[in-house]
């Protein structure tokens, strides 16, 4: 099954993107998560809804947002222009923050799951033995919350690669910056090069399954299970 | 000796629900302090404030000199040198006993090797070191969690009803492991307790807590002989005495135990001459006659006096205080009908039978 050059260019480009904003994602999502499972601020609810949002809402209408928001006259246009960096629509950038907004669900939940459930007590434990808060953060909890992490990042990953809508309404198609294999999968079904569609989204297919089969065996040897729920 | 050694904890905090805290504490530097109380008396939230675990609205928190908490500075739990030991054994999971124990040793001033040993030989540790959390007991857990809260090189340490959640066997499977603390840690210890027994056996200070308040705080054998406290209502309210072995019946397998004044034949455990001993005397075991008794199976009659008749607490029975001739405390449950009978009042001279005497260490 072998690729012509432009796809393994959209794959190479789809696992930066992914690579990229699951890093960025796991960073952004943890103080996040942290703040989700411990406030009693009436902010959490309407938060919550936020994170939840790209769950339900079609990817196209994420994506005109953004595209609105990215674009000269937005307001992420107008900081991207003042901070000299022009705008995001059609960019790499761009995507980036596009799949960041979308997979955002999928990395906090797992990671809010497990904070909570690794509750309170080990932490005030390790507090009374002397270890500060940043101590605590990386040799309880994050121990502890191993496993929702580990989905976090996981799903994170699969979920990005997937990625379509989001991704054609603020990136389009351009190659080496935009053309992710969702997209190239699109350009081939609409040239009728059912050919080059099977190869990819069998890629795909198989990729994703794999990832996923991998995370399930691991979340059942540790039997520490972190069930991603809403 | 500075007056600001021991622990001053003072705090303030009302908490929605209508409950209050409001404390002012002075305690020993030394020695096990139990702070005894029904549940939902604020016992636990005392003690997180003074962890540092919860912030009470106003408070002074000083250890030995060392402000821990006034209106300018709240030093966080994790700058003070405490160690906790929660209801439920909190070990790590995600680390095995030795990594538990590292934990805290790694974090701590002192991570001298023989201190190591001596503290894993003292909680009976040593085969468990290998060993996963999740295969031990229950009262494996909480000697591990004590050790653990030992390595951290504490200078107070709160357990907080380390031994609720075990059953009764278990119980007295790590209490000799308190008593070896007690014996050996010398810091203050603050004891969350409601079992009398846990108390009588090991502390020297009794801090009574009531509604958020403290009813009562002073030496142990003095609050068990004061009537007008809750505990003194208890089925097994009693006193304590400190006693040294001074005479030993071989035959009988008896020993003397004597403390200011007077002496109480025990059973002998083995204890050799001139050891500190402390008995338990109960209320109910103690019966009261005005003359001195003629044959009788109680071995156990001691001169006392009248000092006090407590009617109020119940219809049918009366809490009689005794003195002995040393200054020392008996207290006697009597029904109220033999108090009328034998016409007892206060400075009457009587004859105190004592029906059965418990050495608790």
Known sequence: MGLTASEWQAVWLTLQLAFSSTFLLLILATPLAYWLARTRSWLKGPVSALVALPLVLPPTVLGFYLLVAMGPEGPLGQLTQTLGIGTLAFTFQGLVIGSMIYSLPF???????????????????????????????????????????????????????????????????????????????????????????????????????????????????SNLRTDFRL | MNKSNGLIARFQQSFSGGFNLDVDLTLPDRGITAIYGASGSGKTTLLRCIAGLQRAQSGFLSLNGLVWQDAQRFVPTHQRALGYVFQEASLFSHL???????????????????????????????????????????????????????????????????????????????????????EEFEAPVLYVSHSLDEITRLADQLVVVENGRVEANEALSIALTRTELSISQHDDAGVILEARVVERDDQWHLIRAAFTGDSLWVRDNGDSLDTALRIRVLARDVSLALEEPGASSIVNRLKAEVEAIDETADSAMALVTLKLAGENRLLARLTRRSVHSLELCVGRPVWAQVKSVAVLR
């Open chain 2, 96 to 182: 095995d006993v030795q990594g538990n124990l590292d934990f805290a040793r790694r974090r701590s001033r002192n991570r001298d090797q023989d201190y190591l040993k001596n503290v894993v030989a003292m909680m009976g540790i040593e085969p468990l070191l290998k060993r996963s959390t999740a295969a031990l007991s229950g009262g494996e857990r909480q000697r591990v969690a004590i050790a653990r809260a030992l390595l951290s090189q504490p200078k107070l340490l709160l357990l907080d009803e380390p031994l609720a959640a075990l059953d009764t066997s278990r119980r007295e499977e790590i209490l000799p492991y308190l008593e070896r603390l007690h």
């Open chain 1, 107 to 221: 990395v906090v939940q797992p990671i809010h799951n497990a904070i909570e459930s690794v509750g309170q007590r080990p932490l005030e434990v390790a507090a009374t033995l002397g270890a500060g808060p940043v101590d605590r953060f990386f040799s309880v909890l994050l121990p502890q919350a191993r496993a929702g992490f580990i989905t976090a990042a996981v799903l994170g990953f699969a979920h990005t690669l997937g990625e379509f809508g989001v991704v054609l309404m603020i990136g389009g198609n351009i190659p080496e910056e935009t053309r992710v294999v969702s997209v190239l999968i699109y350009d081939h079904v609409e040239a009728l090069d059912y050919a080059g569609a099977h190869r990819l989204s069998a890629s795909l297919l198989i990729f994703s399954f794999t990832v996923l089969l991998a995370l399930y065996l691991v979340q059942h040897r």
